[in-house]
């Protein structure tokens, strides 16, 4: 009994922050609460206590009026820095705004637009595949001869 205990304790370790990771449900994080690290996807999320690790989201939002001792990571989805928001790390946003009241944060905005090569480049491939499909699948395009004069 006491080994299993012993082995228990060894396997659960010490109590440290958890982990929010949430999928199409928002993350709430309230004063006085702290996470190791948040993200979500198809959310969005709300910091208002302290992470000690990055938040990340992708097709939502965040509003940060705690702080991130970390990055903040948002793709395809708008930033709001309150006053009382505080980034140990640099704000990165892929397709969406930065609004902050007052203060300067490190951030990076890319504007939408840069994904245009890579959409351009996916729907190639997939082009190609499809008509490579269509070939191994009919075989050869055999055409007509051409009429005699």
């Known amino acids: 009994m006491r080994c299993f205990v012993l082995c228990t304790l060894i396997l659960v370790g010490a109590p440290s922050a958890p982990n929010v990771r949430h999928f ?3 993350v709430m994080i309230a004063p006085g609460e702290t996470v190791q690290n948040a993200g979500c996807f198809l959310c969005s999320a709300e910091i208002s206590g302290h992470t000690t690790g990055s938040v990340r989201v992708v097709a ?3 509003f940060l009026n705690g702080s991130v001792d970390g990055n903040v990571l948002v793709f395809g989805g708008n930033v709001t820095l309150t006053s009382g928001a505080i980034v140990g790390g ?3 946003i892929f397709g969406g705004h930065l609004h902050q009241d007052t203060g300067e944060h490190p951030h ?3 504007p939408p637009i840069i994904f245009l090569p890579v959409i351009l480049i996916i729907g190639g491939v997939i082009g190609w595949l499809i ?4 070939r191994a699948v009919r075989g050869p ?3 007509p001869p051409l009429p005699r004069l």
Do not use: E, P
């Not at 008509?131 to 269509?134: E, F």
């Open 60 to 62: 939502g939002n965040v």
């Open 141 to 143: 395009i055999a055409y």
């Open 90 to 92: 640099q704000v990165f």
């Open 108 to 110: 990076t905005v890319l």
């Open 24 to 26: 199409g449900r928002n």
């Open 131 to 134: 008509v490579l499909t269509r």
